[in-house]
């Protein structure tokens, strides 16, 4: 359950080993992000970025696949699960994302918002990464379709399941849409008003 002192979801334990994985995850994301904003994301190889982590182009294989991988990888979807199943029986699946992603996102450091903000600059912005992403996509809306069809005990198959969870992912693509061409806009701040957009029933005045 989230800290009742914080309200922030508590983080998992994670032993020696896993700290260190991760730990090297970031790194490697953290000077692949400076090299990309000082060089550019094509002028950028992988051997570069395994050289500024002090690792080997091999060790890199061992964390990301790809280097398209290093900006569209990361450890939120499995928080994003948990937050959203302890949120308020009561609550709508709209609601109840809307609750998810604001404790999530007040969860994080500025320089964990500021790294994420950049990649899905970087992400859409890119043609190869936003191609990619599409992919990902299709996987990251059938994980909003199974949480809501689990909460509203339904089949992940349902076709009102699947309707809302493209809604909600219409929703990320048009955040991330704006935010690009309204760099002063916070991406976190324009989801929640999106998606109370949405919860309001898309009215357009």
């Given at each position: 359950?989230?800290?009742?002192?914080?309200?922030?979801?508590?983080?998992?334990?994670?032993?020696?080993r896993?700290?260190?994985?991760?730990?090297?995850?970031m790194?490697?994301?953290?000077?692949a992000?400076?090299?990309f904003?000082?060089?550019?994301?094509?002028?950028?190889?992988?051997?570069?970025?395994?050289e500024?982590?002090?690792?080997?182009?091999?060790?890199?294989?061992?964390?990301?696949?790809?280097?398209?991988?290093?900006?569209?990888?990361d450890?939120?979807?499995p928080?994003?699960?948990?937050?959203?199943?302890?949120?308020?029986?009561?609550?709508?699946?709209?609601?109840?994302?809307?609750?998810?992603?604001?404790?999530?996102?007040s969860?994080?450091?500025?320089?964990e918002?500021?790294?994420?903000?950049?990649?899905?600059?970087l992400?859409i912005?890119?043609?190869?990464?936003?191609?990619?992403s599409?992919?990902?996509?299709?996987?990251?809306?059938?994980?909003?379709a199974?949480?809501?069809?689990?909460?509203?005990?339904?089949s992940?198959?349902d076709?009102?399941?699947?309707?809302?969870?493209?809604?909600?992912f219409?929703v990320?693509?048009?955040?991330?849409?704006?935010?690009?061409?309204h760099p002063e806009?916070?991406?976190?701040?324009?989801?929640?008003?999106?998606?109370?957009?949405?919860?309001?029933?898309?009215?357009?005045?």
């Amino acid at each position: 359950m989230a800290s009742e002192q914080s309200g922030k979801p508590e983080p998992a334990k994670l032993g020696l080993r896993e700290k260190k994985k991760r730990k090297t995850r970031m790194t490697l994301q953290q000077q692949a992000m400076r090299l990309f904003r000082e060089q550019g994301y094509h002028a950028t190889t992988i051997e570069q970025i395994a050289e500024a982590s002090e690792i080997s182009p091999s060790t890199f294989f061992r964390y990301f696949a790809t280097k398209e991988a290093l900006v569209l990888e990361d450890e939120y979807d499995p928080i994003l699960v948990k937050v959203f199943r302890e949120q308020l029986t009561g609550l709508s699946p709209v609601s109840a994302m809307r609750a998810t992603i604001r404790e999530i996102f007040s969860s994080l450091t500025g320089e964990e918002r500021t790294a994420l903000h950049d990649r899905m600059t970087l992400s859409i912005s890119v043609p190869e990464l936003r191609a990619a992403s599409l992919i990902q996509m299709n996987e990251s809306l059938q994980l909003i379709a199974d949480l809501v069809a689990e909460r509203l005990n339904r089949s992940r198959d349902d076709f009102e399941v699947f309707t809302f969870a493209g809604s909600v992912f219409g929703v990320v693509m048009a955040g991330q849409l704006y935010c690009l061409n309204h760099p002063e806009a916070d991406f976190f701040t324009t989801m929640d008003r999106m998606l109370g957009h949405l919860e309001e029933g898309l009215q357009l005045t």
